[in-house]
């Protein structure tokens, strides 16, 4: 299920919604799987859902290799000689019952060999998160669903009580009645018709946290920019806070984006405004020691401590960054405060890019009051206000170089897609500039596709990889409701080899995420996700990239237009990591915790300072634990050697003068902090940079 770039190519119509879209073999598989994976599915007290007719409506939307993968998994799991080589018997899974289905399922899942792992857990998350991300599972969960059909249910959800200040990112005062959500007039839906410039000064492609910044630096200085978005543009009205379809609609690849082999799940956002719009708002400056390393080992310029700073507090203001003040966190991230002040640890809260932020906790999937200050509000606004040309459904495919030098013609070609209709034009565009902003995985492959960038393009991606530690509380803790992310401990940030280390922060749980990230299937699964109310997760972050100029993972081109992505862990990562899982146990533990498993397959269940060490010891071999990451960077870092990094200094690639790189696959490091004030610090930086020397 590798990740996705759409082809220049008109896509094949989509089969109908039906099950004769499946083969006999593969509904026989498919009905056996939804019985042993969500046995509760098909009655009154699961909502009655039909999973195998979700499965298949899902599988028409995909896009044609995420559709051709989980097919080649439903073949390969139903197999005769699957079931041949797992349980030395012919007998298919679907011929077996229930009890013989579950132990063959278990089986895959804790395989030693990969492959098995892979087509498991890829079937399993699939169709947990179908099921529960329908609304008719939410009942029995005890899951409340979008705020704005309800009142407040606790009192981490709405304004907090006091007085409005200018001071805060929340909204203060008593329950509001929530206003309607209002699209910004500035971004008009333009017809899939509308032609596209001919020309430029420069072309922008993304408008997330790096391209969003550019782009508005650029026509602010009154340069004439055409920004290129492959997503939709998607605004308040249409953020009606349903989990699923929403995730689907926002999220990178429908939410699928995945390594090639599904060991590592990868939250990025692909719609207008790029991960600002579908990210927890938390805006931290990276530490000191991390720019110091940079400027040592990567010749960075400009980058210093001190100019830093300088960048991060314009970004700050700009998108009105603010502290979290100490009454508006929600039980979930109070648990790092309590935790770390009963362990003498270090914790403290953040600051996030919101005005008047109401705490509905959908932050994952866009917010629907216009209080997250993304780039979708802030940036692109201002740079569609000073002339610049948005073009959202807009993937750009190529770049050639037409005329040599910085300041020659380079021509975007561009493919268009008609959402309605699926539909697609193909037109070029020319700037002598252009800005290349799609992320740490769109870019490498951009520029792969184009021919231009140094060998080291696509190499070196640090991912922040994060994995999980689930606490089940006697008390409500909610996690779906609130500010997701407001605090964090960063006790062990730098304590690792080379200063590396890790830190806790804590997620919103919707259930579509959250029940393919919990262990199990079948009723023990369920019986963890009724317990919905009381459950907290505390997320795990790794610095990755302790072991220094090693490439944990890469980002290519395939011959068909798709990304393969590979990553793993280094052993100093993978001990970091470890540890961190055992520190993260330890805070639910000094929170009352009632019990503490992990995400593993088989996870470890910790109820006393001595079950830790199992934790630590536990397998992290792929797909023997859930790993995530929503922090994509490094496979275009900026540094003055070509055969180790992507861009030079000022962000231009490597061999192609006047092709620039302005996003997270700049940072020549992982952070060791969320990286959106960074990537946004930095763009604005380097692009103060191209206009001060006139190279745009």
Same mark, same amino acid.
């Given at each position: 299920?590798?990740?996705?770039?759409?082809?220049?190519?008109?896509?094949?119509?989509?089969?109908?919604?039906?099950?004769?879209?499946?083969?006999?073999?593969?509904?026989?598989?498919?009905?056996?799987?939804?019985?042993?994976?969500?046995?509760?599915?098909?009655?009154?007290?699961?909502?009655?859902?039909?999973?195998?007719?979700?499965?298949?409506?899902?599988?028409? $939307?995909?896009?044609?290799?995420?559709?051709?993968?989980?097919?080649?998994?439903?073949?390969?799991?139903?197999?005769?000689?699957?079931?041949?080589?797992?349980?030395?018997?012919?007998? $298919?899974?679907?011929?077996?019952?229930?009890?013989?289905?579950?132990?063959?399922?278990?089986?895959?899942?804790?395989?030693?060999?990969?492959?098995?792992?892979?087509?498991?857990?890829?079937?399993?998350?699939?169709?947990?998160?179908?099921?529960?991300?329908?609304?008719?599972?939410?009942?029995?969960?005890?899951?409340?669903?979008?705020?704005?059909?309800?009142?407040?249910?606790?009192?981490?959800?709405? #304004?907090?009580?006091?007085?409005?200040?200018?001071?805060?990112?929340?909204?203060?005062?008593?329950?509001?009645?929530?206003?309607?959500?209002?699209?910004?007039?500035?971004?008009?839906?333009?017809?899939?018709?509308?032609?596209?410039?001919?020309?430029?000064?420069?072309?922008? =492609?993304?408008?997330?946290?790096?391209?969003?910044?550019?782009?508005?630096?650029?026509?602010?200085?009154?340069?004439?920019?055409? =920004?290129?978005?492959?997503? #939709?543009?998607?605004?308040?009205?249409?953020?009606?806070?349903?989990?699923?379809?929403?995730?689907?609609?926002?999220?990178?690849?429908?939410?699928?984006?995945?390594?090639?082999?599904?060991?590592?799940?990868?939250?990025?956002?692909?719609?207008?405004?790029?991960?600002?719009?579908?990210?927890?708002?938390?805006?931290?400056?990276?530490?000191?020691?991390?720019?110091?390393?940079?400027?040592?080992?990567?010749?960075?310029?400009?980058?210093? #401590?001190?100019?830093?700073?300088?960048?991060?507090?314009?970004?700050?203001?700009?998108?009105?960054?603010?502290?979290?003040?100490?009454?508006?966190?929600?039980?979930?991230?109070?648990?790092?405060?309590?935790?770390?002040?009963?362990?003498?640890?270090?914790?403290?809260?953040?600051?996030?890019?919101?005005?008047?932020?109401?705490?509905?906790?959908?932050?994952?999937?866009?917010?629907?009051?216009?209080?997250?200050?993304?780039?979708?509000?802030?940036?692109?606004?201002?740079?569609?206000?000073?002339?610049?040309?948005?073009?959202?459904?807009?993937?750009?495919?190529?770049?050639?170089?037409?005329?040599?030098?910085?300041?020659?013609?380079?021509?975007?070609?561009?493919?268009?897609?008609?959402?309605?209709?699926?539909?697609?034009?193909?037109?070029?565009?020319?700037?002598?500039?252009?800005?290349?902003?799609?992320?740490?995985?769109?870019?490498?492959?951009?520029?792969?596709?184009?021919?231009?960038?140094? $060998?080291?393009?696509?190499?070196?991606?640090?991912?922040?990889?994060?994995?999980?530690?689930?606490?089940?509380?006697?008390?409500?803790?909610?996690?779906?409701?609130?500010?997701?992310?407001?605090?964090?401990?960063?006790?062990?940030?730098?304590?690792?080899?080379?200063?590396?280390?890790?830190?806790?922060?804590?997620?919103?749980?919707?259930?579509?995420?959250?029940?393919?990230?919990?262990?199990?299937?079948?009723?023990?699964?369920?019986?963890?996700?009724?317990?919905?109310?009381?459950?907290?997760?505390?997320?795990?972050?790794?610095?990755?990239?302790?072991?220094?100029?090693?490439?944990?993972?890469?980002?290519?081109?395939?011959?068909?237009?798709?990304?393969?992505?590979?990553?793993?862990?280094?052993?100093?990562?993978?001990?970091?990591?470890?540890?961190?899982?055992?520190?993260?146990?330890?805070?639910?533990?000094?929170?009352?915790?009632?019990?503490?498993?992990?995400?593993?397959?088989?996870?470890?269940?910790?109820?006393?300072?001595?079950?830790?060490?199992?934790?630590?010891?536990?397998?992290?071999?792929?797909?023997?634990?859930?790993?995530?990451?929503?922090?994509?960077?490094?496979?275009?870092?900026?540094?003055?050697?070509?055969?180790?990094?992507?861009?030079?200094?000022?962000?231009?690639?490597?061999?192609?003068?006047?092709?620039?790189?302005?996003?997270?696959?700049?940072?020549?490091?992982?952070?060791?902090?969320?990286?959106?004030?960074?990537?946004?610090?930095?763009?604005?930086?380097?692009?103060?940079?191209?206009?001060?020397?006139?190279?745009?």
């Amino acid at each position: 299920m590798s990740s996705v770039i759409a082809p220049s190519r008109r896509p094949a119509r989509a089969a109908p919604a039906t099950r004769a879209a499946l083969s006999s073999a593969e509904r026989d598989t498919l009905a056996a799987l939804v019985a042993t994976v969500v046995p509760v599915a098909a009655t009154p007290a699961g909502g009655d859902v039909d999973v195998a007719q979700l499965f298949v409506e899902r599988l028409t $939307r995909l896009p044609a290799d995420k559709r051709r993968d989980l097919r080649r998994a439903l073949a390969v799991f139903g197999h005769p000689l699957a079931a041949l080589l797992t349980t030395a018997s012919w007998r $298919r899974f679907a011929a077996r019952d229930a009890a013989a289905r579950e132990a063959f399922l278990d089986e895959w899942l804790s395989s030693r060999v990969s492959l098995c792992r892979t087509v498991g857990q890829g079937l399993r998350r699939f169709l947990l998160a179908l099921y529960y991300g329908d609304p008719r599972s939410h009942e029995g969960i005890g899951y409340l669903g979008p705020y704005h059909d309800r009142v407040p249910a606790f009192s981490w959800e709405g #304004p907090v009580p006091g007085t409005p200040s200018d001071a805060e990112p929340v909204a203060r005062g008593p329950a509001p009645q929530l206003p309607p959500p209002a699209p910004t007039p500035a971004l008009a839906r333009p017809g899939p018709a509308a032609p596209l410039p001919a020309s430029a000064d420069v072309i922008v =492609i993304g408008t997330g946290a790096g391209g969003g910044v550019a782009a508005c630096r650029f026509a602010e200085a009154g340069r004439s920019v055409v =920004i290129l978005e492959a997503g #939709p543009l998607v605004q308040s009205d249409e953020f009606d806070e349903r989990d699923a379809p929403l995730t689907e609609r926002l999220w990178a690849d429908q939410g699928l984006r995945t390594t090639n082999d599904l060991s590592l799940i990868m939250a990025q956002g692909a719609a207008v405004g790029g991960s600002t719009t579908i990210n927890w708002m938390i805006m931290l400056r990276a530490a000191d020691d991390v720019l110091l390393e940079w400027q040592r080992r990567f010749g960075t310029v400009g980058m210093a #401590p001190h100019e830093m700073a300088e960048a991060y507090a314009r970004i700050e203001d700009e998108v009105h960054a603010r502290m979290v003040p100490d009454d508006a966190h929600s039980p979930a991230n109070r648990l790092i405060l309590d935790g770390a002040k009963a362990l003498g640890w270090s914790a403290r809260a953040g600051a996030i890019n919101a005005r008047g932020c109401l705490r509905s906790g959908f932050c994952s999937v866009g917010c629907r009051y216009n209080a997250k200050q993304g780039t979708l509000l802030t940036f692109i606004p201002r740079a569609i206000a000073a002339g610049a040309t948005l073009v959202p459904d807009a993937r750009a495919v190529r770049i050639t170089v037409a005329e040599p030098g910085p300041r020659g013609r380079k021509r975007v070609t561009v493919v268009r897609t008609d959402r309605a209709s699926g539909a697609t034009t193909t037109a070029v565009v020319e700037a002598p500039v252009v800005v290349v902003a799609g992320g740490a995985v769109e870019t490498p492959v951009l520029l792969q596709r184009s021919g231009l960038g140094s $060998r080291a393009v696509g190499r070196y991606l640090r991912v922040h990889p994060v994995s999980a530690v689930v606490g089940l509380y006697d008390r409500p803790i909610y996690s779906a409701g609130g500010i997701p992310l407001t605090t964090l401990c960063d006790e062990f940030s730098a304590t690792g080899a080379n200063g590396y280390g890790t830190w806790i922060e804590t997620p919103p749980t919707h259930p579509t995420l959250l029940s393919a990230a919990l262990p199990g299937f079948g009723q023990a699964h369920h019986e963890l996700m009724r317990r919905f109310p009381e459950l907290a997760a505390l997320l795990v972050l790794t610095r990755d990239g302790a072991d220094l100029d090693a490439s944990s993972g890469e980002v290519r081109s395939r011959a068909d237009g798709t990304a393969s992505i590979r990553y793993a862990l280094t052993p100093a990562d993978a001990r970091h990591l470890a540890t961190g899982l055992t520190h993260a146990a330890q805070l639910h533990l000094a929170n009352g915790a009632q019990e503490v498993l992990t995400t593993h397959t088989r996870p470890v269940r910790v109820r006393q300072a001595a079950d830790l060490d199992a934790v630590r010891e536990a397998s992290l071999a792929p797909n023997d634990v859930a790993l995530f990451t929503a922090h994509v960077n490094g496979t275009c870092r900026l540094g003055t050697d070509p055969a180790t990094s992507g861009a030079d200094p000022d962000g231009q690639l490597h061999g192609a003068p006047g092709v620039f790189v302005l996003d997270g696959s700049l940072l020549p490091t992982g952070l060791g902090v969320n990286p959106q004030a960074t990537i946004m610090a930095i763009s604005s930086l380097l692009a103060d940079r191209m206009l001060a020397r006139r190279a745009v």
